[in-house]
T-cell receptor, first 110, second 114 residues
Framework: GQSLEQPSEVTAVEGAIVQINCTYQ??????LSWYQQHDGGAPTFLSY????GLEETGRFSSFLSRSDSYGYLLLQELQMKDSASYFC???????????FGGGTRLMVKP | NAGVMQNPRHLVRRRGQEARLRCSPM?????VYWYRQLPEEGLKFMVY????????ESGMPKERFSAEFPKEGPSILRIQQVVRGDSAAYFC????????????FGEGSRLTVL
């Protein structure tokens, strides 16, 4: 079986930095993805890590440690529009058949 | 370049009726995935299809649910004899199939069972 654990809620202020952690247990692992979903909207892809290390894309960065079965999403210079749910997801068959975590609801306050 | 198109966006059914949800993948994508989401919860994998083939349906209930992706036309998720517990948002996603970890999601179909 597969399971992913991430915090259910995180609150931060505008301009701050926030880190959303994700630990996973999976049989077979190809990579860790992160998605953003605003209330009622379509999930949108943020990043994908197949190898250990940090990937940076603008204000967002994602990290993976395969040996620790752990990753995180780092959001810098938080803006109000970053208030959303963030999901980590594992790809265990290289066919993009992703298993999602329960999501972390990020609330950004002024 | 049109994204993933799902319809209907909202569907209301009475218990015992059938629900049909349609999904047209992005142009050039031959892999389709269906996910279900309950309020305040994550996305639960249901089924993975390629043209005319079901690749993995391990997340789909054995009864009442079926999916297809014909050679021509959209992918269809069909729920027969709906029950109140089927009320959820059903998201379709597509990808070109390579292991990039990137799925392109539609806006979802929200099913309400009365």
């Amino acid at each position: 079986g597969q399971s992913l654990e991430q915090p259910s809620e995180v609150t931060a202020v505008e301009g701050a930095i926030v880190q959303i952690n994700c630990t996973y247990q999976t049989s077979g692992f190809y990579g860790l993805s992160w998605y953003q979903q605003h209330d009622g909207g379509a999930p949108t892809f943020l990043s994908y890590n197949a190898l250990d290390g940090l990937e940076e894309t603008g204000r967002f960065s994602s990290f993976l440690s395969r040996s620790d079965s752990y990753g995180y999403l780092l959001l810098q210079e938080l803006q109000m529009k970053d208030s959303a749910s963030y999901f980590c997801a594992t790809d265990n068959n290289a066919g993009n058949m992703l298993t999602f975590g329960g999501g972390t609801r990020l609330m950004v306050k002024p | 370049n049109a994204g993933v198109m799902q319809n209907p966006r909202h569907l209301v059914r009475r218990r015992g009726q059938e629900a049909r949800l349609r999904c047209s993948p992005m142009k050039g994508h031959s892999h389709v995935y269906w996910y279900r989401q309950l309020p305040e919860e994550g996305l639960k994998f249901m089924v993975y299809l390629q043209k005319e083939n079901i690749i993995d349906e391990s997340g789909m209930p054995k009864e009442r649910f079926s999916a297809e992706f014909p050679k021509e036309g959209p992918s269809i998720l069909r729920i027969q004899q709906v029950v109140r517990g089927d009320s959820a948002a059903y998201f379709c996603a597509s990808s070109p199939g390579q292991g990039s970890g990137e799925l392109f999601f539609g806006e979802g179909s929200r099913l309400t069972v009365l």
